[in-house]
């Protein structure tokens, strides 16, 4: 249903520490994949790797610089998402929901949950009239675990938990079919976490959409996705379903973002999670990875995930980056 095709996104830095002439920040550097209808696909990589840049090339927040975005709806219409006609514009505001990491920001603190769940809505094709919309409002707050009778407050009255909720229940009114959730849980403790991500489960299950879920925590991914996408300095290094990431990452940055996992029960020394995979990299400076000029990969390279590997069913992974897995054992493990 979404499939973005070799995207790319510079930020030209005009100004700053960085600033001179021609420097810029790639921050998507040839990114390829594509979601199934019904599916999570789990996004994860350190702060600055390019999650959220991807996500708003996806919503039509930024334009790409290169490479193709397409969204198949429902009813089978082709959208691309690169270059979408105002009209088209218009229907994928229904159909597209991009839920931010920060509830406090991403609720105007001056409208009640009723304002804010249908201020959106109002102005759709699809608005039912005032009565209907209230009534549905109602509903979508009940399945967010929140009642009727906080339609009336502001979000001043709500915890950071009951918050997100809100906002999940706004991208709800106007029945997506893809909700993209950035960093929706970093910012709660870990136990409302695990109930915001109970709910996202529960609710792809009774309305049927599809998700991108981005965070930068590998063990919250893991829990709620299908399928993870690992992403380092703008470029996918690892995917494959969950199940098989987590038993056996093949990449030394998924190996690495799976070790800096606490482990349960212990409490994490501070700092520990600083600890860097690699050098610490030159964001203007795009990775040109020397394994990708070896003839041999150059040959194997996947037509369809240009910069992957595909070593297994579903699974793919780069011969990027320092410390990339031995090439050898990759091409005997690869099918073709
Ligand atoms: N509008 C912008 N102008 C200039 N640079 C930008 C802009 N947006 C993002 N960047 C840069 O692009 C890179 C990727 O940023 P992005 O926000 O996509 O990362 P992220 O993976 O979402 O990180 P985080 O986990 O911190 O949210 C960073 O180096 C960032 O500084
Ligand atoms: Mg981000």
Redesign the pocket.
């Known amino acids: 249903m979404l499939e973005l095709h070799d995207v790319r996104k510079r930020?030209?830095?005009a100004a700053g520490f960085f600033a001179r002439a021609g420097a810029y920040?790639?921050?998507?550097n040839g990114v390829s994949l594509a979601i199934k209808p019904g599916e999570t696909y789990g996004l994860v990589?350190?702060?600055?790797?390019?999650?959220?840049?991807?996500?708003?090339l996806i919503v039509g927040m930024?334009t790409p610089d290169g490479g193709t975005i397409r969204f198949r709806s429902r009813d089978g219409d082709d959208y691309p998402l690169h270059a979408p006609s105002g009209q088209q514009r218009a229907l994928l505001r229904s159909k597209i929901k991009y839920i931010f990491?920060d509830p406090a920001k991403s609720l105007n603190p001056r409208m009640n949950v009723l304002q804010i769940l249908t201020a959106g809505y109002r102005y759709s094709p699809l608005w039912p009239g005032r009565r209907r919309a209230r009534e549905e409002a109602a509903a979508i707050l009940n399945d967010v675990g929140l009642n009727a009778a906080d339609l009336e407050r502001r979000p001043a009255d709500f915890s950071g938990g009951q918050r997100q909720r809100i906002a999940i229940a706004r991208a709800l009114m106007l029945k997506p079919e893809l909700l993209i959730c950035?960093?929706v849980v970093s910012a709660l403790d870990v136990s409302i976490q695990g109930q915001i991500l109970g709910l996202l489960l529960r609710l792809r299950e009774e309305h049927g959409f599809s998700m991108l879920f981005?965070a930068?925590d590998l063990a919250v991914v893991s829990f709620i996705s299908d399928r993870i996408g690992v992403?380092y300095r703008?470029m996918l290094v690892e995917e494959a379903p969950a199940q098989r990431l987590i038993a056996e990452p093949l990449h030394p940055y998924t190996r690495h973002l799976y070790s800096s996992i606490p482990k349960l029960g212990r409490r994490q020394a501070p700092g520990t999670r600083t600890e860097r995979f690699g050098e610490v990299p030159d964001?203007t400076s795009p990775p040109e990875p020397e394994e990708l000029r070896d003839a041999r990969v150059t040959a194997l390279l996947c037509r369809d995930r240009p910069g992957l590997l595909s070593v297994g069913e579903e699974h793919f992974v780069s011969p990027a980056f320092a410390g990339a897995p031995d090439l050898d054992e990759l091409l005997e493990r690869r099918i073709s």
Request: net charge negative.
């Open positions: 930020f030209n830095l920040v790639y921050a998507v990589g350190e702060s600055g790797c390019g999650k959220t840049t991807t996500a708003r930024y990491q950035d960093e981005i930068h992403m703008g964001p």
